[in-house]
Structure formats: C-alpha cells, structure tokens
T-cell receptor, first 116, second 114 residues
C-alpha cells in the first residue's frame, strides 16, 4: 500500500536557522501531496500542497517541491521563528480501491522546536 | 466563519460507558472523517463518510461507531468495547471534488478514562 516516511524528530533549531524536514513517499500513480502543521492542543492546519510533479507549494515562508524522480516532498523554510514550533505532518492522497473514495495517508509527524 | 466544530474539548469516560463526540461542519463538504491520534504518533483513520447515510470503516474501527444522518454532522461513539480509548480525536471534512482537495480539521476532543 501507499506510505509516507518522515524524518524522526524532534528537530531543534535556533531562531533564524534554515529548516528542512524530509518526507518521502511510496505510491502508485500520481498522488497529491500535502504538508499539515499541528500546534499544541490543536487540530491540523493545511500548510501547503502540490498536485503534480515539479509543482512547488508555498505558504508563510515554507516551501516544498513535488519530486517524482526521488519520490520526495521535503519541507523547507529559510529562517524559522519561535512561533513555528509545532508538529509537521506530510501526507498523500490515495483512492480507496473498493469505494473509489479519496483518503489521506499521513506520516508519523516531525516535531520542530525553535529556541530564541 | 465556516469551519469544523468539535465538542466537547475534553471528555472523561467511566468504565463500561459509551460516550459520543460531536463533529459539525458548515463548509458544505461532502466527505467527513474521524481520526485517532496517540501521543507522539501520527493519525489513524477510524471511520469516514462520503455522503449522507453512508460510511465506511477505516483502519481501526473496532470499538467505535458513527452515523451520518445529516450532511453537516458526523458524531463518533466510543463504545465500552474500545478498551484503550484514551487519545486525541480529530474530525475532518473535505469537498469531494477530485484528488486535489485537502482535508480540513477541527480542534479535536481529548478523551480520558476516569
């Protein structure tokens, strides 16, 4: 089946450092790819998405490029802030073979801790 | 503002008791989902529904039940058969128009055992 693999956390950075959170996937076909962010005690918020190869999703200074050749969707930010501390989830869309219904497959999440 | 409302934010269950978690959306989304999140782990799909009066089991449906009598509502019941119910429960919805549409999430309900 389809799967998403994220780097183990926590990722600990100082403010204004460069961020990379790795995400690779295994999938049949060409799924859409998503990054979600979860702040403490809250639900998930969509951060960005990409729907086809070479697409770049971006939002709030975060970027990720859909790399079909390496099956990757790494999240990057040039200068992190303390307020970016959260858990980040990579996900892909897949179709349920029985119902034809779209579901998301999530990675296990990567915690980011940014210190002043 | 459109969104997904989950209630209550915190819920306590006694042994042998069924409890129901509420999820309401006013986004006019077709599809709705329930996930369970355990500490330090990802999301696991419990149930999902594509249309009113229809729903499907996800990966961990045992000990849970749902209903979808209205488009905007998708309550989850945690039954006494669920022996380890302590977790953070997230409801999501999605406009079912192709694979590019993201899921939108509520703020969650944290369930604990008394």
């Amino acid at each position: 089946g389809n799967s998403v693999t994220q780097m183990e956390g926590p990722v600990t950075l100082s403010e204004e450092a460069f961020l990379t959170i790795n995400c690779t996937y295994t999938a049949t076909g060409y799924p859409s790819l998503f990054w979600y962010v979860q702040y403490p005690g809250e639900g998930l918020q969509l951060l960005l998405k990409a729907t086809k190869a070479d697409d770049k999703g971006s939002n709030k200074g975060f970027e990720a490029t859909y790399r079909k050749e390496t099956t990757s969707f790494h999240l990057e930010k040039g200068s992190v802030q303390v307020s970016d501390s959260a858990v980040y989830f990579c996900a892909l869309s897949e179709m349920d073979g029985n119902t034809g219904f779209q579901k998301l497959v999530f990675g296990t999440g990567t915690r980011l801790l940014v210190s002043p | 503002d459109g969104g997904i409302t989950q209630s209550p934010k915190y819920l306590f269950r006694k042994e042998g008791q069924n409890v129901t978690l509420s999820c309401e959306q006013n986004l006019n989304h077709d599809a709705m989902y329930w996930y369970r999140q355990d500490p330090g782990q990802g999301l696991r799909l419990i149930y999902y529904s594509q249309i009113v009066n229809d729903f499907q089991k996800g990966d961990i449906a045992e000990g849970y039940s749902v209903s979808r009598e209205k488009k905007e509502s998708f309550p989850l019941t945690v039954t006494s058969a669920q022996k380890n119910p302590t977790a953070f429960y997230l409801c999501a919805s999605r406009l079912d128009r192709g694979r590019n549409q993201p899921q939108h999430f509520g703020d969650g309900t944290r369930l604990s055992i008394l």
